[in-house]
């Protein structure tokens, strides 16, 4: 009986699956809000977000993108890097190199750890086991420096720091548990040495001295322009991702009618929040049920989920445990249901994506709840 359900739905076309659920998902938007009105909604929201979100979000990146490169021009980076490398072995059993994917990975995104595991000279330090967790490892300080100016930003300072604790407890748990995954799997990796092919980088390149007045200049140019990159990229993201959720956070204006206007929505998921609100509320300290959308944004693109904040505190939900717990979740997380498959792919190991997406799910989700437990205790000091 099993075999034959299977059978017959795998023979429908995955165009007919793609149509329920669209169809299913606008159409109860639709009937609770009015066809033309969550057109309107989502228009406006999407035109809204762009102009006062993403912008000001872009403007962060190009900041951040040329105080990181500065860091790299003039030695900074390696200098966190020596002196975090001690920290690697014992806390995330990963060489002392890895300590440049950390800093690069923060002041960038979660695919710098790509473009460091592709050369001879940082991977040939790695075991099997070690290189391929370098997914989970990078990915958990992803845009990190990106959260953290934009939570100061919105008048939070001691909350985000607090949460970037919380996302590396969250790093180490994920890149362990990977680790414990690959061997599990395939114990012959424990022992097995990474071996890239190809040029290795800075091969048979002659360094360039340049006046500083010009090194200070094409840094700041150079990583304003990467952080214009990442702006632009954060944009399908944050009017697609975001606009749906909000459509799904919010209600109707404040008589109850719905208009067309922008951040008018259905409220679904704070319903579902309300429902499991005790569970959000021991885990993450969550006192209203609406602050279950950036987590779940999170997942997919932490700029998109970045965009909720100035709504959410307009809103008046937002306190300094959420900022805490948004951080820490936000780096932690950092997008990778988008990232994983792409990361691993490229590194030649597609087949453990699944292990690594588990992984990194449990090591948000203890990130978030290790960020709650402090901010209570910093409250209580």
Same mark, same amino acid.
């Given at each position: 009986?099993?075999?034959?359900l299977?059978?017959?739905?795998?023979i429908?076309?995955?165009?007919?699956?793609?149509?329920?659920?669209?169809f299913?998902?606008?159409?109860?938007l639709?009937?609770?809000?009015?066809?033309a009105?969550?057109?309107?909604?989502?228009?406006?929201?999407?035109?809204?977000?762009?102009?006062?979100?993403?912008f000001?979000?872009?403007a962060?990146?190009v900041?951040t993108?040329?105080?990181?490169?500065?860091?790299?021009?003039?030695?900074?980076?390696?200098l966190?890097?020596?002196?975090?490398?001690?920290l690697?072995?014992?806390?995330f059993?990963?060489?002392?190199?890895?300590?440049?994917?950390?800093?690069?990975?923060?002041l960038?995104?979660?695919?710098?750890?790509?473009?460091l595991?592709?050369?001879?000279?940082?991977?040939v330090?790695?075991?099997?086991?070690?290189?391929?967790?370098?997914?989970?490892?990078?990915?958990?300080?992803?845009?990190?420096?990106?959260?953290?100016?934009?939570m100061?930003?919105?008048?939070?300072?001691?909350?985000?720091?607090?949460?970037?604790?919380?996302?590396?407890?969250?790093?180490?748990?994920?890149?362990?548990?990977?680790?414990?995954?690959?061997?599990?799997?395939?114990?012959?990796?424990?022992?097995?040495d990474?071996?890239?092919?190809?040029?290795?980088?800075?091969?048979n390149?002659?360094?360039?001295?340049?006046?500083?007045?010009?090194?200070?200049?094409?840094?700041?140019?150079?990583?304003?322009?990467?952080?214009?990159?990442?702006?632009?990229?954060?944009?399908?993201g944050?009017?697609?991702?975001?606009?749906?959720?909000?459509?799904?956070?919010?209600?109707?204006?404040?008589?109850?009618?719905?208009?067309?206007?922008a951040?008018?929505?259905?409220?679904? @998921?704070?319903?579902?929040? $309300?429902? #499991?609100?005790?569970? +959000?509320?021991?885990?993450?300290g *969550?006192?209203d049920p609406? %602050? !279950?959308?950036?987590?779940?944004?999170?997942?997919?693109?932490?700029?998109?989920?970045?965009?909720?904040?100035?709504?959410?505190?307009?809103?008046g939900?937002?306190?300094g445990?959420?900022?805490?717990?948004?951080?820490?979740?936000?780096?932690?997380?950092?997008?990778?249901?988008?990232?994983?498959?792409?990361?691993?792919?490229?590194?030649?190991?597609?087949?453990?994506t699944?292990?690594?997406? @588990?992984?990194?799910?449990? $090591?948000? #989700?203890?990130?978030? +709840?290790?960020?709650?437990?402090? *901010?209570?205790?910093?409250? %209580? !000091?």
């Amino acid at each position: 009986m099993k075999k034959g359900l299977r059978k017959f739905f795998s023979i429908i076309p995955s165009g007919i699956y793609c149509l329920i659920i669209v169809f299913g998902l606008f159409g109860y938007l639709g009937s609770q809000m009015g066809m033309a009105n969550m057109l309107n909604t989502l228009m406006h929201t999407a035109h809204d977000l762009l102009l006062n979100t993403v912008f000001y979000i872009m403007a962060i990146c190009v900041i951040t993108g040329a105080i990181g490169r500065i860091f790299v021009e003039f030695g900074v980076v390696a200098l966190l890097e020596k002196l975090l490398r001690p920290l690697m072995k014992p806390l995330f059993n990963l060489p002392g190199v890895a300590s440049l994917g950390a800093v690069m990975t923060f002041l960038s995104d979660n695919p710098a750890i790509i473009a460091l595991a592709q050369d001879k000279k940082f991977s040939v330090y790695f075991k099997k086991y070690q290189f391929i967790s370098l997914t989970n490892f990078g990915t958990a300080f992803g845009m990190g420096l990106l959260v953290i100016v934009f939570m100061i930003g919105q008048g939070f300072y001691i909350e985000p720091l607090i949460g970037l604790i919380g996302a590396v407890i969250g790093c180490i748990v994920s890149t362990r548990l990977m680790q414990r995954f690959i061997i599990k799997q395939y114990p012959a990796y424990k022992d097995e040495d990474v071996f890239v092919e190809g040029k290795v980088e800075g091969e048979n390149e002659e360094a360039v001295e340049k006046p500083m007045f010009q090194r200070i200049l094409d840094s700041l140019l150079d990583g304003g322009r990467t952080g214009v990159d990442v702006g632009l990229a954060i944009i399908p993201g944050v009017l697609i991702i975001s606009t749906l959720v909000m459509l799904l956070t919010f209600g109707p204006d404040n008589s109850g009618a719905y208009t067309g206007a922008a951040y008018e929505g259905v409220g679904l @998921l704070p319903w579902i929040g $309300g429902k #499991l609100g005790f569970v +959000f509320d021991w885990l993450f300290g *969550f006192k209203d049920p609406h %602050l !279950i959308a950036f987590p779940i944004t999170a997942l997919g693109a932490v700029g998109a989920a970045l965009g909720l904040i100035p709504n959410f505190m307009e809103a008046g939900w937002i306190d300094g445990n959420a900022i805490t717990v948004f951080t820490a979740i936000g780096m932690c997380w950092s997008g990778y249901l988008s990232t994983h498959t792409a990361m691993l792919d490229t590194l030649g190991f597609r087949k453990l994506t699944s292990k690594a997406i @588990l992984a990194h799910t449990i $090591g948000g #989700l203890v990130a978030a +709840f290790t960020a709650h437990w402090a *901010f209570v205790l910093y409250s %209580l !000091i």
